[in-house]
């Protein structure tokens, strides 16, 4: 029910989203139609305008322009398609955004009176500008590849990606049969606030957020065995997130009165240095692992890290690097077994 002049106008980062969606709901054992008339949110991490930029520079001027261009129409789109009536919105906080994304999905279902959220982001580089931009201000790696942890670590590699999950109550997921993946305990945003620069992290703020985190799921810091960090490879930015994540787990074990393990037991990896860096679509690529990497009980080797960036410090910490796959065996707690749990950043 699209017309041909606008199905032809329509950005491909909202085509190969529309695609992933309704492929989402019949991988979860849903008919797309079976969804009409409820209550299901929406939202979309988007944010690059290489088409529309193509367009202008085409000299196209045409009125379908607004809903094939526009990303506010692609989760709406979406929405008018499979007659949902949830929230449709777009997230753009940069290379957050389908977390963010998915943050306002868990929100939409717990207290939006959603049955089911859809999450993800779409990102696909369709013109040389943002590269270009990107690579002015000293972003991008030289050798186009994330070296996440690694001493050569000089920037990052960019890459498409589209990705979506579907979420629901797992109450009712459990009523329904449906394939659960994996279970959301908590979720948590912050902004870093004041730091050197616009765009640079900052050590405690990553701390706060995920002792927050940690703090709603009520979970003991000894079962998470695997940390899908940001890990983009750059020099300073991936020591800045592990001393957050030193910070964070010291306190969480003080606060539970634990002490610190004597061996590591939670493996740092990043999925950018498998796939590169989807930007608006980084998170939940990084989801999609992680949910492997529970189906699969392994933890996934990193690659491209070689000696590690000297301004890591994990001595004494609960993490190592995944320079390797290994298993990921169910962790045992005072000799009782307890589920595999991850954090992505």
Not at 49 to 54: G, V
Not at 234 to 246: C, F, H, I, N, S
Not at 311 to 316: D, F, N, P, V, Y
């Amino acid at each position: 029910n699209i017309a041909p002049r606008e199905a032809e106008l329509i950005d491909p980062q909202h085509r190969l989203f529309m695609q992933c969606v309704i492929s989402l709901i019949e991988r979860a054992g849903h008919a797309p139609s079976s969804l009409a008339g409820r209550k299901v949110g929406l939202f979309l991490g988007i944010n690059l305008l290489d088409y529309t930029n193509m367009a202008n520079r085409a000299g196209l001027v045409d009125p379908q322009r607004m809903t094939g261009l526009g990303h506010a129409f692609c989760p709406n789109r979406i929405s008018f398609l499979l007659d949902i009536h949830g929230p449709s919105e777009v997230i753009d906080t940069a290379c957050s955004s389908s977390l963010v994304a998915l943050n306002r999905a868990v929100m939409a279902i717990r207290h939006e009176g959603c049955e089911m959220a859809i999450a993800g982001g779409s990102n696909l580089m369709l013109s040389a500008d943002q590269h270009v931009v990107f690579s002015q201000v000293g972003m991008l790696a030289e050798d186009g590849r994330c070296k996440t942890f690694s001493a050569a670590a000089d920037g990052y590699g960019r890459a498409d990606g589209v990705g979506a999950v579907l979420l629901k109550r797992l109450d009712a997921a459990e009523a329904d049969g449906d394939p659960i993946l994996g279970v959301i305990r908590a979720v948590a945003v912050h902004h870093g606030g004041t730091t050197t620069s616009l765009t640079a992290p900052k050590a405690q703020s990553q701390a706060r957020l995920i002792v927050e985190a940690h703090r709603r799921a009520g979970t003991d810091p000894r079962t998470v065995g695997l940390v899908e960090c940001h890990g983009t490879g750059t020099r300073l930015g991936d020591p800045v997130e592990v001393d957050g994540l030193r910070q964070a787990f010291a306190q969480l074990y003080a606060e539970r009165g634990l002490t610190p393990p004597a061996a590591p037991h939670c493996g740092l990896g990043s999925v950018k240095s498998n796939i590169g860096h989807t930007e608006t679509a980084a998170g939940i690529a990084g989801l999609i692992k992680l949910l492997l990497a529970l189906r699969d009980a392994t933890r996934y080797q990193s690659l491209h890290c070689g000696t590690p960036n000297p301004l890591i410090e994990l001595a004494g910490s609960p993490f190592f690097l995944l320079d390797r796959a290994q298993p990921w065996p169910r962790p045992l707690i005072d000799g009782v077994e307890q589920p595999r749990r991850a954090g992505l950043s």
